[in-house]
């Protein structure tokens, strides 16, 4: 599976503004609804499955990675987005480090499979240093966006 | 006894030798770029060849031929997706870059060398380009590792940069020689060499995608030679009419190997040799070309020329030019370092003698002592310095494919010869439980001397070999399946696992991921990990593999359960049902009951 295939592209944030883990889930999730990817009125509902999901351990992976995610009914399919926080934020990773970069998702329930897909791509590519160097140093949505295409063509690690 | 006949004698041993010494090259680590240039200068005038060669134009002769092949076999090995990742790069690279690497060089060389200005930038416009066929060679066959996206920005740029230098070295040319006055017709000498090149080299490509796919020819080896065909009249035609030569016939190549011709694996095999070919009979003349006397003499300021050029002119135009487009410092430190030169400079630097221009002759020497310096050192230095550098990547394991063999007609499809080493993941596993995708059969097993064939139920041994049919998309696939076992869940580093607490229930886990563990759902993963391992096996870094995911311990509480967990998501390939792998390595024509 390829980051085309589940990133919504005009959800990327490059900017993220939230100092807290509720805040910057919430600001991912408000990124899918501008981008037209989820129902407003599910909003909150997911950012408390989200958080739900998170009490079984955080989703911050180490490295400044996070990878929040969740199942909710309200999506047809699986939708995603990356944001990058330049000042990081404490999202209580194992390894006490804060996070930069976040891969949120949120997939449909029925289509199980896509779902672990998604996340199996998301920690292989991720295990390329570089790529998630040039992620966290992205000034630009398109910087992100134009990273993961290059991902994708397997310009990094395969 | 005829001059021809002497001519074959002595390029039969030099072609022997040539060949002979690539074998060095691998053991010594010098390009073998520099072991044909020596070899043409023991040949020649001065060496003990004592062979006397001066014809600066069948030597511009033989270096043009060669050069299109090599470019033309570049091209067809260049995959669309290198042109997509590399284009903007390489593109600024190839122009920008050479202009400013060309007029800094050009700059410094008249001040070392007394040369008017016009005359110093003509220098630098000759060596002002990275050379193809030794990126070529020290990136594909130097066994050097880098991430992609450098590798594929360093191919395109030399494959591409010809024009500029020739532009370049032409219009200082016709300046000097008082053709052209300098000013706005060197501008319409440029588009022209740029747009003409690449709208023919593109054109031709196309319609001989279109020819090779349709004409339908009786004899096999006649395909390589349309292919080259093509290659030679796009170079000719755009040559013809104003336009680069070089860049045409790279762009053909491109466009022909990406169009997935009749006998693909034939054309590339043949324009292997072809370049190869090219590569030592190129280099062996230019060396023959040299005198080393006079080379010493121009050692002094030759030295200080290849220093600035390589310390100052690249790295600063690298630095320059394509420092907004996400390579790291070290990546450009390394771009800067594989500024090779190679033979498209002492080409070029035939023209001017041709032209009977002032100073001609010094430039040649002071040329030829630069890229000598430059092959040396560079391409001696390359894997060294990669390593220094930590830009290398591990070499992938390589399938163990001894032998691709290719329809003559336009089918999609590939046949596959798979040898079967002991590490191969399919060693000692039958046949059906190998996870072959859809669309594969496998045709023959070839053990020793015979011939066995296949069933559900063969097991495949070590030293088997497997002709496989399959279509080219899933290649990559079935060269997992055959290739060597790496052992990919101890070595992961941590940091990509997600961590789960140890006190959350298997349940959860399994309702959450739409995954079975086969458990107890009830057991927090605590209890679930503690049974398998048993109080002996339970340790951090200890783990357990289930169908699609890994589970290892990553820390424990003082009183000894269970604090962390982490999931780390297995890899898609080895996680199809076995029902369906059955299925397909089964699923062509069923091969014959013995």
């Given at each position: 599976?390829k980051f085309?295939?589940f ?5 990327i944030?490059?900017?993220l ?11 991912l999730?408000?990124?899918l609804?501008?981008?037209?990817d989820v129902n407003p009125?599910?909003?909150?509902d997911?950012?408390?499955a ?5 009490e ?5 992976i180490?490295?400044g990675?996070a990878?929040?995610h969740?199942?909710h009914?309200s999506?047809q399919k699986l939708?995603g987005?990356?944001g990058v926080s330049a000042?990081?934020v404490?999202?209580n990773?194992l390894?006490g ?7 949120l998702?949120v997939?449909p ?13 998301i920690?292989?590519?991720?295990r390329d ?5 040039f ?12 990273l993961?295409?290059e991902?994708d063509?397997n310009q990094?690690?395969? | 006894?005829?001059v021809i ?17 690539s074998?060095?090259?691998a053991r ?5 770029l ?9 040949a020649?005038?001065?060496g003990?060849?004592?062979i006397?060669f001066e014809?600066y134009s069948?030597?511009h002769g033989?270096?043009t031929?060669a050069?299109?092949?090599i470019l033309?076999d570049?091209?067809l ?9 590399a ?16 007029v ?10 007394g040369?008017?200005?016009?005359q110093?930038?003509?220098l630098?416009g000759?060596v002002?380009?990275t050379d193809?066929a ?6 594909r ?5 880098i991430?992609?996206?450098v590798?594929d920005?360093l191919?395109v ?5 010809d024009p500029?230098a020739?532009f370049?070295t032409?219009?200082l040319?016709q300046v000097l020689?008082?053709e052209?006055?300098l000013g ?9 060499q740029?747009v003409?090149?690449?709208?023919i080299?593109?054109v031709v490509?196309?319609?001989a995608?279109?020819?090779?796919k ?6 096999a080896?006649l395909y390589?030679i349309?292919?080259t065909?093509?290659?030679l009249?796009?170079?000719g035609f755009?040559?013809?009419?104003g336009g680069?030569?070089?860049l ?7 466009v022909?190997?990406?169009?997935r011709?009749v006998f693909?694996r034939g054309i590339?095999?043949?324009h292997d ?10 280099f062996i003349?230019l ?7 006079r ?19 690249r ?8 420092s907004a487009?996400r390579f790291?410092?070290?990546?450009m430190l390394f771009i800067?370092w594989v ?8 080409t070029l630097?035939?023209?001017p003698?041709m032209q009977g221009?002032e100073?001609a002759s ?6 030829f002592?630069?890229v000598l310096?430059?092959?040396v050192i ?8 990669a390593r ?5 990547t591990?070499a992938k394991a ?6 691709e063999?290719?329809s003559l007609r336009n089918?999609?499809?590939d046949?596959?010869?798979?040898y079967?080493?002991?590490?191969s993941?399919?060693a000692?596993r039958m046949?059906?439980d190998?996870?072959l995708?859809?669309g594969v059969v496998v045709?023959?097993?070839?053990r020793?001397d015979?011939?066995?064939p ?9 030293g088997?070999?497997?002709i496989?049919?399959?279509r ?8 997992r399946?055959f290739a060597?076992q ?5 070595c ?7 961590p ?8 959860d886990?399994e309702?959450f991921?739409d995954?079975r ?8 993963l605590d209890q679930?990990i ?8 339970l340790?951090?870094?200890a783990?357990i593999r289930?169908?699609q995911?890994?589970?290892r ?11 962390y967990?982490?999931m780390?998501?297995?890899?898609l390939?080895?996680?199809q049902?076995?029902g ?6 089964l699923g062509?024509?069923?091969p014959?009951?013995?």
């Amino acid at each position: 599976m390829k980051f085309a295939d589940f990133i919504s592209f005009k959800a990327i944030r490059a900017d993220l503004a939230a100092d807290d883990k509720e805040s910057v889930i919430s600001e991912l999730v408000q990124s899918l609804l501008d981008a037209g990817d989820v129902n407003p009125a599910e909003k909150d509902d997911i950012i408390a499955a989200i958080l739900k999901r998170e009490e079984l351990g955080s989703t911050g992976i180490g490295r400044g990675v996070a990878v929040p995610h969740t199942k909710h009914p309200s999506v047809q399919k699986l939708v995603g987005t990356v944001g990058v926080s330049a000042h990081g934020v404490d999202f209580n990773s194992l390894d006490g480090e804060n996070v930069q970069l976040f891969f949120l998702l949120v997939s449909p329930p029925e289509r199980p499979g896509d779902h672990l897909r998604a996340l199996e791509n998301i920690s292989r590519q991720l295990r390329d240093d570089t790529f998630c160097r040039f992620l966290k140093q992205s000034k630009t949505a398109d910087d992100i966006h134009q990273l993961l295409e290059e991902a994708d063509n397997n310009q990094f690690a395969t | 006894m005829f001059v021809i006949d002497t001519i074959l004698l002595v390029t039969g041993i030099l072609l022997l030798l040539g060949i002979a010494s690539s074998k060095f090259s691998a053991r010594l680590g010098v390009p073998v770029l520099v072991l044909f240039l020596a070899l043409g200068m023991l040949a020649g005038s001065e060496g003990i060849g004592g062979i006397e060669f001066e014809n600066y134009s069948l030597a511009h002769g033989i270096g043009t031929i060669a050069l299109g092949l090599i470019l033309f076999d570049g091209g067809l090995r260049t995959p669309y997706r290198s042109i997509r990742a590399a284009w903007k790069p390489a593109g600024i690279l190839a122009t920008a870059g050479v202009l400013l690497t060309s007029v800094v060089t050009g700059l410094a060389a008249a001040a070392i060398l007394g040369l008017t200005n016009l005359q110093g930038l003509l220098l630098g416009g000759i060596v002002g380009s990275t050379d193809a066929a030794a990126v070529f060679s020290v990136l594909r066959s130097g066994g050097v590792h880098i991430r992609r996206r450098v590798a594929d920005t360093l191919e395109v740029e030399s494959g591409s940069n010809d024009p500029m230098a020739i532009f370049l070295t032409v219009g200082l040319i016709q300046v000097l020689s008082g053709e052209v006055p300098l000013g706005p017709a060197l501008i319409t000498l440029f588009l022209n060499q740029i747009v003409l090149g690449g709208v023919i080299g593109l054109v031709v490509g196309r319609l001989a995608v279109w020819v090779l796919k349709n004409i339908q020819l009786d004899a096999a080896g006649l395909y390589p030679i349309l292919a080259t065909a093509f290659g030679l009249f796009a170079y000719g035609f755009a040559a013809a009419i104003g336009g680069s030569g070089f860049l045409a016939v790279y762009l053909a190549g491109i466009v022909i190997g990406n169009g997935r011709p009749v006998f693909h694996r034939g054309i590339l095999l043949f324009h292997d040799a072809a370049a190869w070919l090219g590569q030592i009979l190129m280099f062996i003349v230019l060396g023959m070309l040299s005198f080393p006397s006079r080379l010493l003499d121009v050692a002094g300021p030759g030295l200080i020329i290849a220093a600035v050029l390589i310390l100052v002119a690249r790295p600063l135009s690298v630095f320059l030019t394509i420092s907004a487009l996400r390579f790291s410092f070290r990546e450009m430190l390394f771009i800067s370092w594989v500024g090779l030169k190679g033979a498209v400079p002492i080409t070029l630097a035939t023209f001017p003698l041709m032209q009977g221009l002032e100073s001609a002759s010094l430039i040649f020497d002071v040329v030829f002592f630069v890229v000598l310096v430059s092959a040396v050192i560079q391409g001696w230095t390359l894997p060294a310095v990669a390593r220094y550098l930590k830009l290398e990547t591990p070499a992938k394991a390589e399938p163990p494919v001894t032998l691709e063999i290719s329809s003559l007609r336009n089918v999609e499809g590939d046949i596959v010869d798979y040898y079967v080493d002991e590490d191969s993941r399919a060693a000692g596993r039958m046949l059906k439980d190998l996870a072959l995708p859809d669309g594969v059969v496998v045709a023959l097993i070839v053990r020793q001397d015979q011939i066995i064939p296949p069933q559900g139920r063969s097991q495949i041994e070590i030293g088997d070999h497997l002709i496989v049919v399959l279509r080219p998309g899933v290649r990559p696939l079935v060269d997992r399946v055959f290739a060597r076992q790496e052992r990919e869940a101890e070595c992961l580093p941590e940091a990509l696992e997600f961590p789960l607490r140890g006190t959350i229930k298997a349940g959860d886990v399994e309702r959450f991921y739409d995954i079975r563990l086969g458990e107890n759902p009830e057991a927090t993963l605590d209890q679930m990990i503690r049974s398998k391992l048993g109080s002996k096996g339970l340790s951090v870094g200890a783990s357990i593999r289930y169908e699609q995911i890994v589970l290892r311990v990553r820390g424990l509480t003082p009183t000894g359960s269970i604090e962390y967990v982490g999931m780390m998501i297995l890899p898609l390939p080895k996680e199809q049902p076995v029902g369906e792998e059955t299925k397909s390595a089964l699923g062509g024509p069923k091969p014959e009951a013995s």
